[in-house]
């Protein structure tokens, strides 16, 4: 099987402006969850998806959204971006639910000027 | 929410020596407890987990044991080699969320 995917894989984007990043699970996997990874805060969980729907949701402001598609594949969205943004994305895709093994992606490098 | 702390946040051992690094969880709820190791520009692979009815698993050189009664868990890594060099992360989960530890920078002397 393919592995999780994410495209794409470098961004920089300058302060204020929005960004779309997005996340294609292994195939059979239903849920989708994204994380920030910074040197200073490590692995910050974002939110989760199963199904196309929002199952749990980390303490990120609302600039932070997601959706998932009816093919499981997921979206993550950042609006009226901050230079504290600047981080690496990671999204991991589970059969299930995150109490079940997570497979990560390669993540997205955001970098925000 | 869950809060998972993790010790040491560096570890140098030698080659061939053993590598123990530990973690704390506060949710009792919790039930899920996975291991990942991130070498440097890659991204987190699962390396082992265990779940809250097992008290120990292994796997070739490594190993995790929990104590529920103390909510700790711990990574054992046996006749460590140079490949062993990296950043592990543990992780605990109560249901649809996995909380990290901060990380632990390994680094394996020849």
């Known amino acids: 099987k393919a592995g999780v995917t994410q495209t794409p894989r470098y961004l920089i984007k300058t302060r204020g402006q929005q960004v779309t990043l997005s996340c294609s699970p292994i195939?059979?996997?239903?849920?989708v969850s994204w994380y920030q990874q910074t040197p200073g805060q490590g692995l910050q969980f974002l939110f989760e998806?199963?199904?196309?729907?929002?199952?749990n949701k980390g303490n990120f402001p609302g600039r932070f959204s997601g959706r998932q598609f009816s093919n499981s594949r997921s979206e993550m969205n950042v609006s009226t971006l901050e230079l504290g943004d600047s981080a690496l994305y990671l999204c991991?895709?589970?059969?299930?639910?995150?109490?079940?093994?997570?497979?990560f992606g390669p993540g997205t490098r955001l970098t925000v000027t | 929410g869950e809060n998972v702390e993790q010790h040491p946040s560096t570890l140098s051992v030698q080659e061939g020596d053993s590598a123990v690094i530990k973690c704390t969880y506060s949710?009792?709820?919790?039930?899920?407890f996975p291991w990942y190791k991130q070498e440097l520009g890659k991204r987190p692979q699962l390396i082992i987990d265990?779940?809250?009815?097992?008290g120990e698993k292994k796997d070739q050189r490594i190993a995790v044991t929990l104590n529920k009664t103390a909510k700790h868990f711990s990574l054992h890594i046996t006749e460590t080699q140079p490949e062993d060099s990296a950043v592990y992360f543990c992780?605990?989960?109560?249901?649809?969320?996995?909380?990290f530890g901060a990380g632990t920078t390994v680094t394996v002397r020849a």
């Open positions: 195939s059979g996997h239903r849920s």
């Open positions: 265990i779940r809250s009815n097992v």
């Open positions: 949710d009792s709820a919790s039930n899920y």
């Open positions: 998806y199963f199904s196309e729907t929002q199952r």
């Open positions: 992780a605990a989960s109560p249901s649809y969320k996995l909380s």
């Open positions: 991991a895709s589970s059969q299930k639910a995150s109490s079940y093994e997570q497979y």
